[in-house]
């Protein structure tokens, strides 16, 4: 099947500072990304949908000032994470839908655990 | 988005079947039933999906009945490595909105 990949799969940030996490699609092309975050024992909460060459569409109550998408090439999406803050400590997940002739199927990434001090 | 319903946990002994229903009242037409399984620290992967009646792959058989209100995953002979949380998702288009997923709890 198809692979998403993250990057870095886990990062320790100072409070105030910026974190960038990548989203990749290794083997096939994604029009539409998607970011997901998971605090502990929870559910996936989605948070924004990327669109390739076009503004990233948020969920309600996420901030797109401070979590700002790119979705530069058909494979690439980052998320960054701005003026980070203990609470926005989370395990943030990426997935990409591919459109084959079998029908549509979504890959998710590995994650990536972000710790703010 | 319709929303799903599952068991908050189930616990199981290796080897047995383990069913897991999901309640989906409200499903649309055109809504595809998902199933994902989740390990701790590590993203979602795909087991199954499903439109009516029953679908089968090499992990697991989906069972939906004639009104699709509901819909059951079927695990044969679970081993201690399929302790996961399991989610239900309905899935029209684009979103994939998760549930509170089923935490699996496979004993020896």
């Known amino acids: 099947g198809a692979v998403v990949s993250q990057h870095p799969s886990w990062v320790i940030c100072k409070s105030g500072t910026s974190v960038k996490i990548e989203c990749r699609s290794l083997d096939f092309q994604a029009t539409t990304m998607f970011w997901y975050r998971q605090f502990p024992k929870q559910s996936l909460m989605l948070m924004a949908t990327s669109n390739e060459g076009s503004k990233a569409t948020y969920e309600q109550g996420v901030e797109k000032d401070k979590f700002l998408i790119n979705h530069a090439s058909l494979t690439l999406s980052t998320l960054t994470v701005t003026s980070a803050h203990p609470e926005d400590s989370s395990f943030y997940i990426c997935?990409?839908?591919?459109?084959?002739?079998?029908?549509?199927?979504?890959?998710f990434g590995p994650g990536t655990r972000l710790t703010v001090t | 988005l319709a929303k799903t319903t599952q068991p908050i946990s189930m616990d199981s002994y290796e080897g047995q079947e383990v069913n897991i229903t999901c309640s989906h009242n409200n499903i649309a037409t055109n809504d595809y039933i998902t199933w994902y399984q989740q390990f701790p620290s590590q993203g979602p992967r795909f087991i199954i999906q499903g439109y009516k009646t029953k679908v089968t792959n090499e992990v697991a058989s989906l069972f939906i009945p004639a009104d699709r209100k509901s819909s059951t995953l079927s695990l044969p002979r679970v081993s201690l490595s399929d302790t996961a949380v399991y989610y239900c998702l309905l899935e029209y288009g684009n979103k994939l909105v998760f549930g509170a997923g089923t935490i699996l709890r496979v004993k020896s």
């Open positions: 997935s990409a839908r591919e459109t084959s002739g079998s029908g549509d199927e979504q890959y």
